[in-house]
């Protein structure tokens, strides 16, 4: 079973910055999408940044020009610059990656454990 780990996460200032990674623990045979999502306390799960195997980014509205996503140098690695931070980036974040781990396997979903970003105002 593939695991994703997530580092990166920390406390910053408003208006600092943080970069966050996220490795997969083996080989994943194909990765269709790799995206970065956040829950904040008392709110739903939401996409913040997302890049397809192709290259092509999409971003949530409230980090445009902000967050830049992008693949690591190393397969099955993305990370998540983040600039510009305000309080209301405060959440946990969380990566995900959609892909066949295998070329036997079917398309499946992994999830990260989480690594907290807490931006002080």
């Known amino acids: 079973q593939v695991q994703l780990v997530e580092s990166g996460g920390g406390l910053v200032q408003a208006g600092g910055s943080l970069r966050l990674s996220c490795a997969a623990s083996?080989?994943?045979?194909?990765?269709?999408?790799m995206a970065w999502y956040r829950q904040a306390p008392g709110k739903q799960r939401e996409l913040v940044a997302a890049?397809?195997?192709?290259?092509?980014?999409n971003y949530a509205d409230s980090v445009k020009g902000r967050f830049i996503i992008s693949r690591g140098d190393a397969k099955n690695t993305v990370n998540l610059q983040m600039n510009g931070l305000k309080h209301e980036d405060t959440a946990v974040y969380y990566c995900?990656?959609?892909?066949?781990?295998?070329?036997?396997?079917?398309?499946?979903?992994?999830w990260g454990q989480g690594t907290q970003v807490t931006v002080s105002s």
């Open positions: 995900n990656v959609l892909g066949r781990e295998t070329v036997l396997s079917g398309t499946s979903e992994y």
């Open positions: 083996r080989s994943i045979f194909r990765i269709n999408a």
């Open positions: 890049i397809t195997s192709g290259g092509t980014t």
